[in-house]
T-cell receptor, first 114, second 113 residues
Framework: NAGVTQTPKFRILKIGQSMTLQCAQD?????MYWYRQDPGMGLKLIYY???????DKGEVPNGYNVSRSTTEDFPLRLELAAPSQTSVYFC?????????????FGSGTRLTVV | DQQVKQNSPSLSVQEGRISILNCDYT??????FLWYKKYPAEGPTFLIS?????DKNEDGRFTVFLNKSAKHLSLHIVPSQPGDSAVYFC????????????FGTGTRLQVTL
């Protein structure tokens, strides 16, 4: 089915380890986003991209990096994992035609840093 | 600084009745508003949106009302169904910002039989 695919669904990391959260969409959407959701909180924007080769910081970018080499893929890299990065991570995408139909979200990656 | 606020963490409504979920915002530059629904262990799904040039938008059982002077929007669900039990997020965007969304903290709706 068309949509946004995130892998892995769950991961436990030790403090100081690194990992990449994968995100891929097959809807030819230009805009892609990474959000994190902490318990009882709303989603906060980490990084976003308006097209291949273009990325920019969101509200909470510290400790993360992204790349956008293709329209389809937007991986999120965690370097030196910290307990504060324990969260649920959502990737989303939309066309650059406004928000009348909102974003399409992936099903999320639940990350625990111990 | 929370620019989008959902002050009710939870709401319980009987099946068949109206559910009203509220959202307030502080940034007067926001000009597009959306509601998302989220089930456990799933990503949010888009429900309905409204532009600031309108004060009401309907889609089936869902209606969103926008009061710009009060910086307030609400989502009405009529009639409420058990399958509507989920967390509802309000979100807002400002034109020219690459469709970035600012989310509220969510309201958990429980529809009881």
């Amino acid at each position: 089915n068309a949509g946004v695919t995130q892998t892995p669904k769950f991961r436990i990391l030790k403090i100081g380890q690194s990992m990449t959260l994968q995100c891929a969409q097959d809807m030819n959407h230009n805009y892609m986003y990474w959000y994190r959701q902490d318990p009882g909180m709303g989603l906060k924007l980490i990084y976003y991209s308006v097209g291949a080769g273009i990325t920019d910081k969101g509200e909470v970018p510290n400790g993360y990096n992204v790349s956008r080499s293709t329209t389809e893929d937007f991986p999120l890299r965690l370097e030196l994992a910290a307990p504060s990065q324990t969260s649920v991570y959502f990737c989303a995408s939309t066309k650059d035609l406004g928000l009348a139909y909102g974003y399409t979200f992936g099903s999320g990656t639940r990350l625990t840093v111990v | 600084d929370q620019q989008v606020k959902q002050n009710s963490p939870s709401l319980s409504v009987q099946e068949g009745r109206i559910s009203i979920l509220n959202c307030d915002y502080t940034n007067s530059m926001f000009d597009y508003f959306l509601w998302y629904k989220k089930y456990p262990a799933e990503g949010p799904t888009f429900l309905i949106s409204i532009s600031s040039i309108k004060d009401k938008n309907e889609d089936g059982r869902f209606t969103v009302f926008l009061n710009k002077s009060a910086k307030h929007l609400s989502l009405h669900i009529v009639p409420s169904q058990p399958g509507d039990s989920a967390v509802y997020f309000c979100a807002a965007s400002e034109s020219g910002t690459a469709s970035k969304l600012t989310f509220g903290t969510g309201t958990r709706l429980q529809v009881t039989l």
